[in-house]
C-alpha cells in the first residue's frame, strides 16, 4: 500500500482498541524472567561454548604480533579468533570501523580477538594470557584542538551539512538584540540495560543469530555483507531486546564474532560485552560544540538565526546534526545552519535517542532562554511569538503537517504552574535550597520508513501478526497487536504477536522513533489486505463490510471470522511504502517542557524537584506506553543536564568512565515527580493510523529545561554540560 494522500477516515478512527492504555502484552514474560534474550537461548542453542572478546589496548596503531600459544593451553579453551585466522572478511555498509580490527587498529577497544571456552569463567580467564605486541601511533583524540581542522562532511549520512535563507550576517548584524553564544555537549554512552549479546549457531552453511538488535533487516545485510555469505543463509532472531537507545543499530562485534567463533568450532557460541567493553568497544553520542546566534527586535521576534555545530568522528564517519530542529521550529527570514566534522581516533561516534535534537536543543533551548531575558519577555511569551506553521526555510508553500506547539506551550505552563515562577533568578528560598523554574521547547522530526506485515486468522477467529519488528521494551508488541484488533474487530488479546524474526516480513525497525507510526502502518496494510480476502470469502463488498465482535458483516448479515479463515486460516501480507507526503510537508513532533529545580545553597548539589511537559505526537497509539517513552526520555534528558559525560582521556584515546559506577545516570530517585501530558492530534498526512513517533521526543529540549531552571534558581548560566556542581560552585 502507498500512502502517498492524506488518510482519510478508516477502521482506526473508531478507537476501540487503538488509543486504550492497555497493558503491555510482553509485560508477564519479562517480570516472570519467561522472555528469552540473546543470551540465553539455551532452548534453542543448547550446548553453547562462551567467547570471550578480547579488545585492544591502544587507539590507533599497528598490531605487530599476537602470541596465542597460553591462552590456547589454558582449561577449557576451544579456539581463539584473530585477524590472522578469521578468513577474509567484507564490510558492512552500517559501521565506520571494522568490528574485528587488526593488523590496524582503528580505536581503542577494537575487538581483536575472540577466546572461546566451555565456559565463561575459561574464556576470560584465557583471554588473560593472550600476548599481543602493538606498535602505537600518534592519534586526535580532542574535538576542540581539532575543530580548526574539522571540514565538510562527506554527503550520504542522511542530512545536508549546510542551509541557509535570507541574509543572516546582514540581519544579524542589525537586529536590536542579540545573542552570541557557545555550548558544548561531552560524548555520551546509551547505557541501555541489556548490553550487547548474540548467540550463534550454523547448521550446515546456514547461520542463525539470536541477537539483541534494533533492526533485523539490516543486521541481515551487514552479517551477510561481512561473511560474505547470501542473506538467504543468514536468520537473525530478536524477539525481546533490553533497550537499545541507538547502540543496536547496527550489528556489532559481539554477533560477528559469534557467528566466527560458531563456525570455528563447530557448535553455538555465545558472546556479550561485559559493561565496561560497551563505551569503548561500541557506538556513543558524539560530542559537540555549538555557536548559536540570535538576532531579534526587541519584543523578541527574530529577524536571523544560525546555529553551527562541530563534532567529531572517525575517518569516513559522520556528523552530529545537532542543528536540525533550528532549521525548522522559530521563524526569521534570515537563517544559517552548518555542520563541521572533525576526524578523530576515538570510539566511533553514532546515533544515540534522538541524534541532533537531543543535543541540539540543549543549546538553542539555553539560548532562547537568554534571548527571553535580554528581552525581558516571558520565556514561553518567546517561544509563541516566534511560532511558524511552515518550514521557515522553505516557506509557507511547505506547512507543517501538524503543529501543536503553541497548545503545547500554553496547555505545558497552566498545568505547570507556570505563572508563579520569578522572573528575576534567585529569588526563591526553601530551607537551604535556591529554587528556580525553567522551560524548553520540545521538538523532534518525524521520520517515516517502509514496513511490512503478515496477518493471518485461523479457524478458531485468533488472529496472528507477524512481522520483523523489534520491541526495545517501547510497546511495539502491544500497539501491533491493538491495530490488529482494531482492524479485524476482535479483542486485543484475540490476537498474538510474532516479532523480531527475519522470517518474517521486513519492518522498519525500531530507531528514529519511526518505529511505532510506521510499522503499526504496516500492520494496518496488511489488515486491510486481509479484509479484503475475509469479505471475498463471505461474499461481501470490501469496502462495504463491517469488522466487529470477531464477525464480518454487512447489514444483518454476517459471518464469523473463523468461519471464513477455515481449517487452513487465511493470511494476507503488504507493505506500507511512504510515498512524497514527507517531501511536501515538514514533519515533526512538539512539545514543552517544565522543570523546578533546587540548589543547595552551599554545596550546590541540584535536584529536579518535579517536571512536566505537554506534547503534541499524532494519535496516541497508547497512552500507557507512550507516557512511559516520554518519561523516560524526560529522564534521561536529566541525565544529559546533570550527570551523563564520557570523559575522554585525550593522550591514549578512551573513554575513562566505562562502567556505571563512573558513566552516572539518573535512578528514579531522582525524579520525584513527571507529569506528562498528550494533546489530542491526528496527523493524516504522517501515516494511515494518523499517528507520529513519540518515543524520542521527550528527551529533546528537557535538559534545557533543568539548565534554564538552574539559572533561574541561582543566576548562573551554564553553557557547557553536564551541569555538574564544580561548574556551580
Ligand atoms: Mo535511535 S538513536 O535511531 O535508536
Known amino acids: 500500500m502507498k500512502f502517498d494522500t492524506p488518510a482519510t477516515n478508516n477502521p482506526i478512527d473508531r478507537g476501540r482498541v487503538v488509543g486504550l492504555p492497555h497493558d503491555r502484552i510482553d509485560g508477564p514474560a519479562k517480570v516472570s524472567g519467561t522472555a528469552p534474550y540473546a543470551y540465553e537461548r539455551h532452548d534453542v542453542a543448547p550446548n553453547a561454548a562462551y567467547g570471550w572478546i578480547v579488545g585492544s589496548a591502544i587507539a590507533k596503531g599497528q598490531i605487530r604480533s599476537i602470541d596465542l600459544r597460553a591462552a590456547e593451553a589454558a582449561p577449557g579453551v576451544l579456539g581463539i579468533i584473530t585477524h590472522q585466522n578469521a578468513g577474509q572478511l567484507g564490510k558492512g555498509n552500517m559501521n565506520t570501523a571494522h568490528l574485528l580490527g587488526g593488523p590496524q587498529i582503528e580505536h581503542y577497544d577494537q575487538a581483536v580477538a575472540l577466546v572461546i571456552a566451555d565456559t565463561f569463567e575459561n574464556a576470560r580467564d584465557a583471554a588473560e594470557l593472550l600476548r599481543i605486541d602493538y606498535a602505537p601511533e600518534r592519534g586526535r583524540y580532542d574535538l576542540a584542538a581539532e575543530r580548526g581542522k574539522a571540514g565538510v562532511p562527506q554527503p550520504g549520512f542522511g542530512g545536508d551539512p549546510d542551509s541557509k535563507a535570507g541574509d543572516f550576517e546582514g540581519a544579524f548584524a542589525k537586529a536590536a538584540v542579540k545573542i552570541d553564544q557557545h555550548y558544548t555537549t561531552p560524548d555520551q554512552s546509551h547505557a541501555m540495560m541489556e548490553p550487547h549479546a548474540t548467540t550463534a549457531a550454523w547448521n550446515g552453511d546456514k547461520l542463525t543469530l539470536w541477537t539483541a538488535n534494533q533492526m533485523v533487516g539490516w543486521a541481515v545485510d551487514e552479517m551477510a555483507r561481512t561473511l560474505k555469505i547470501p542473506k538467504a543463509n543468514v536468520r537473525v532472531v530478536a524477539p525481546y531486546i533490553g533497550g537499545g537507545f541507538g547502540a543496536k543499530l547496527f550489528l556489532r ?114 539560548a532562547m532562554d537568554e534571548l527571553a531575558e535580554a528581552c525581558g519577555v516571558d520565556p514561553v511569551e518567546l517561544r509563541i511569538r516566534n511560532d511558524v506553521q511552515y518550514d521557515p526555510e522553505a516557506g509557507p508553500q511547505r506547512p507543517f503537517s501538524s503543529r ?77 497487536g491493538q491495530t490488529a484488533a482494531e482492524m479485524l474487530g476482535v479483542p486485543l488479546d484475540g490476537v498474538t504477536v510474532r516479532l523480531g524474526d527475519s ?94 529545580v533546587g540548589v543547595d545553597i552551599d554545596t550546590a548539589e541540584v535536584r529536579v524537584r518535579r517536571m512536566g511537559g505537554a506534547f503534541a505526537a499524532g494519535r496516541i497509539l497508547n497512552p500507557k506506553s507512550a507516557r512511559s517513552q516520554v518519561i523516560g526520555a524526560m529522564t534521561m534528558g536529566v541525565g544529559a543536564a546533570l550527570m551523563e559525560e564520557l570523559t575522554v582521556d585525550t593522550r591514549f584515546g578512551f573513554f575513562v568512565n566505562h562502567d556505571m559506577a563512573e558513566y552516572l545516570v539518573p535512578v528514579h530517585a531522582d525524579i520525584p515527580e513527571q507529569d506528562v501530558f498528550f494533546l489530542d492530534e491526528l496527523d493524516d498526512k504522517s501515516s494511515p493510523m494518523k499517528a507520529k513517533g513519540v518515543g524520542e521526543l521527550g528527551i529533546c529540549g528537557a535538559g534545557a529545561a533543568v539548565a534554564n531552571a538552574i539559572y533561574n534558581a541561582t543566576g548562573i548560566r551554564l553553557r557547557d554540560y553536564p551541569l555538574t556542581i564544580d561548574k556551580l560552585l
Open 404 to 480: 501543536k506547539f503553541v497548545e503545547c506551550l500554553r496547555e505545558g505552563a497552566q498545568r505547570f504552574g507556570w505563572e508563579r515562577r520569578s522572573a528575576k533568578p534567585g529569588q526563591i528560598r526553601d530551607g537551604r535550597w535556591l529554587v528556580g523554574m525553567g522551560m524548553a521547547a520540545a521538538f523532534r522530526g518525524n521520520l517515516v520508513a517502509p514496513s511490512g506485515a503478515r496477518v493471518g486468522v485461523d479457524a478458531r477467529g485468533h488472529v496472528i501478526v507477524e512481522t520483523d519488528m523489534t520491541d526495545i521494551g517501547t510497546g511495539s508488541y502491544t500497539i501491533l
Open 503 to 596: 522470517r518474517y516480513p521486513v519492518s522498519s525497525g525500531s530507531g528514529g522513533q519511526f518505529g511505532a507510526n510506521s510499522s503499526t502502518a504496516g500492520v494496518y496494510a496488511a489488515c486491510v489486505a486481509l479484509r479484503a480476502k475475509l469479505a471475498e470469502a463471505a461474499g461481501f463488498p470490501a469496502d462495504q463490510a463491517l469488522f466487529e465482535d470477531g464477525l464480518v458483516r454487512l447489514g444483518n448479515k454476517s459471518q464469523k471470522l473463523g468461519a471464513l479463515a477455515g481449517r487452513d486460516g487465511l493470511w494476507a501480507e503488504d507493505r506500507i511504502e511512504f510515498g512524497d507526503l514527507a517531501k511536501r510537508y515538514a514533519q515533526a513532533t512538539f512539545g514543552a517542557h517544565f522543570c523546578e
Open 253 to 366: 562485534a559481539d554477533a560477528l564474532l559469534a557467528a566466527l567463533g560458531a563456525r570455528s568450532v563447530g557448535r553455538p557460541v555465545k558472546v556479550a560485552l561485559a559493561r565496561p567493553q560497551i563505551p569503548n568497544n561500541t557506538t556513543h553520542r558524539p560530542a559537540t560544540i555549538q555557536r548559536i546566534r540570535l538576532g531579534a527586535n526587541r519584543d523578541g521576534v527574530i529577524d536571523a538565526i544560525a546555529h553551527e555545530v562541530w563534532s567529531g568522528d572517525l575517518p569516513g564517519g559522520s556528523p552530529e546534526l545537532a542543528a536540525q530542529q533550528t532549521r525548522q521550529l522559530y521563524r526569521g527570514a534570515n537563517r544559517l545552519t552548518s555542520h563541521r566534522l572533525a576526524k578523530l581516533d576515538l570510539p566511533e561516534g553514532n546515533a544515540m535517542r534522538a541524534p541532533g535534537e537531543a543535543v541540539g536543543m540543549l543549546a538553542l533551548e539555553v
